[in-house]
């Protein structure tokens, strides 16, 4: 499976927006890019995923570089409940099935 | 957005028990549907992937024999596990996906095993 890279940890006040990074320079054509995030004792909950074009929903944007090897997760005004493990997975149905390889994602956190 | 309910939340028990974990899709059709254990500080690790009808496919390393999945119909899969023994205490979590690829897992809340 293709892999990511993210920084471990980052920190961010609350009501400023964060960006979160993710390295990708292995991924193929059909590899879907998704963001997941894990709250503490929760399962982890869908953010955003994205292709080639960068994507805006409810909850944050995907803004995807024009070569596909990176990523960033915008979360456009953080609040206390964003703190959590953000983790950006390859994933396609081609590739993997659709199965998602979680790799150690990022765990921001968010001060008042 | 959808729903994945997994029962139960939390259990405790004495070695030798097998433990049958429930996940339902409560507003889709469930096509295919996946379940992950995570220690403590850890990443979630993918052990096996069923498809309604189908028998399961397991990841490397995780004996099928221990870790019963049946998955009968579109909204119920069910991960048994069985003889637990302490070194099984984890937190499981399954996930589950519609009729077309590509689209996001829904998660559920996970249940959090405890074997004494």
């Known amino acids: 499976d293709a892999k990511t890279t993210q920084p471990n940890s980052m920190e961010s006040n609350e009501e400023e927006p964060v960006h979160l990074p993710c390295n990708h320079s292995?991924?193929?054509?059909?590899?879907?890019i998704h963001w997941y995030r894990q709250l503490p004792s929760q399962g982890p909950e869908y953010v955003i995923h994205g292709l080639t074009s960068n994507v805006n929903n409810r909850m944050a944007s995907l803004a995807i570089a024009e070569d596909r090897k990176s990523s960033t997760l915008i979360l456009h005004r953080a609040t206390l409940r964003d703190a959590a493990v953000y983790y950006c997975?390859?994933?396609?149905?081609?590739?993997?099935?659709?199965?998602?390889?979680f790799g150690e994602g990022t765990q921001l956190t968010v001060n008042p | 957005g959808a729903v994945v309910s997994q029962h139960p939340s939390r259990v405790i028990c004495k070695s030798g028990t097998s433990v049958k974990i429930e996940c339902r899709s409560l507003d889709f059709q469930a096509t295919t549907m996946f379940w992950y254990r995570q220690f403590p500080k850890k990443s979630l690790m993918l052990m096996a992937t069923?498809?309604?009808?189908?028998?399961?496919?397991?990841e490397q390393g995780v004996e099928k024999d221990k870790f019963l999945i049946n998955h009968a119909s579109l909204t119920l899969s069910t991960l048994t596990v069985t003889s637990a023994h302490p070194e099984d205490s984890s937190f499981y979590i399954c996930s589950a996906m519609g009729h077309y690829s590509n689209q996001p897992q829904h998660f559920g809340d996970g249940t959090r095993l405890s074997i004494l």
């Open positions: 069923s498809n309604e009808g189908s028998k399961a496919t397991y």
């Open positions: 292995t991924i193929s054509g059909t590899d879907y």
């Open positions: 997975i390859l994933s396609s149905e081609e590739t993997s099935g659709s199965r998602l390889t």
